[in-house]
């Protein structure tokens, strides 16, 4: 049994990578921590490592245990070191990182407990911690060496509300933070939330893909990392965005305003967009008089029958924009939290059969 994090709201998308993906995976359930991530539960027989290389996730784990049903009281930490000291499915777990990660299964690794706990509960955190590294230190004695920072063997266990979940992290700071991101610039899409976007774009070798306020090219190096496509293209007004998404991407970039683009009507099959929102970037203001030519934009670029993906928490604007551009249909929405701030996830498509609209 394997669960995997995601950025909270991006379960259902997560699931739509791991079935394509892991075609041996089934779908065992989720589980929400709160606005810090959401959990998906499923099983696989296939390599331990298949796993990592999802990109709609934050990490992958194997389970070693699952209570569901906690008291919330002080009896939780007896419970919690007794189901510990037993074991649960620590061996198992053990043996598929050491397969994953290509580690001497005989080695003596450095090891640490991770805690977290959502919820109201008796206890503090820090006693729950402490239940479960005595636990923990007594089932594997001398077998691991126990550190504070860079342990090499991560063993979370999370208390949230009622429910127990311990597991041992398969993957590490490379899923959540890509490699090739060099490059940020401020409201920048976390990798994995970029992904999702890409995701639902339903990627094909012969798209162009378009991203029309690109900032540091995250959504582009996320649509080259998914596989082939004939053209990958983004832009953005400013040019300290293209100089970072320069270092981010090797996909085709131009300093253009996003609501006039220099693009052949109907030549574009898929566009993922992250255009400015929060408090970070941009006013709602701004968002009012943006969205309705970008959009306007995006039903004029779009072959009939393809999709575009847009994420934002400007609802309002969205809304607007979208009742005065009839060749767009909504398709699907999601709610995702990004950095403590919900936003929401569009789906849209060209509708068949529409007249061009104006060049």
Not at 103 to 113: I, N, Q
Not at 300 to 326: H, Q, W
Not at 332 to 358: P, T
Request: charged share 30%.
């Amino acid at each position: 049994m394997y669960y995997v994090q995601t950025l909270p709201g991006l379960e259902p998308i997560a699931w739509l990578e791991m079935r394509s993906r892991l075609r041996r995976a089934s779908h065992r359930g989720q589980a929400f921590a709160e606005e810090k991530n959401g959990i998906v539960f499923f099983e696989h027989q296939g390599a331990a490592a298949d796993p990592l290389a999802l990109r709609t996730i934050e990490d992958v784990f194997v389970q070693i245990l699952r209570v569901d049903a906690l008291s919330r009281d002080y009896g939780d930490l007896r419970r919690i070191g007794r189901e510990l000291e037993q074991g649960g499915e620590i061996e198992v777990a053990l043996r598929m990182w050491a397969e994953a990660c290509g580690v001497d299964a005989k080695s003596t690794p450095t090891a640490r407990v991770v805690v977290r706990k959502t919820g109201e509960h008796a206890y503090r955190r820090l006693d729950v911690g402490r239940a479960a590294e005595k636990a923990l230190q007594a089932y594997f004695g001398r077998r691991v060496r126990w550190v504070d920072e860079g342990a090499a063997l991560e063993i979370w266990v999370n208390v949230l509300g009622s429910l127990l979940l311990v597991g041992v992290r398969m993957s590490d700071k490379r899923m959540r933070h890509r490699e090739y991101k060099s490059e940020h610039v401020p409201a920048s899409l976390r990798p994995s939330a970029a992904a999702a976007l890409v995701w639902l774009t339903d990627p094909r070798p012969e798209d162009v893909f378009l991203d029309p306020t690109c900032g540091a090219g995250t959504l582009l190096a996320e649509r080259a990392a998914f596989g082939a496509a004939r053209c990958i293209v983004g832009g953005d007004i400013a040019g300290g965005a293209l100089h970072a998404a320069r270092r981010n991407t090797s996909a085709a970039l131009l300093r253009w305003d996003a609501g006039r683009l220099p693009l052949r009507a109907e030549s574009v099959d898929a566009i993922a967009c992250n255009p400015p929102f929060g408090k970070k970037i941009g006013t709602r203001e701004s968002a009012h008089a943006l969205y309705p030519r970008l959009l306007r934009e995006t039903a004029r670029l779009l072959k009939p029958g393809s999709r575009a993906v847009f994420i934002t928490s400007e609802y309002d604007a969205m809304r607007d924009a979208l009742r005065n551009v009839p060749s767009l249909t909504l398709d699907r929405g999601y709610s995702v939290a990004l950095l403590g701030e919900w936003g929401r996830v569009y789906l849209l498509k060209k509708v068949e059969g529409q007249s061009r609209e104006s060049e």
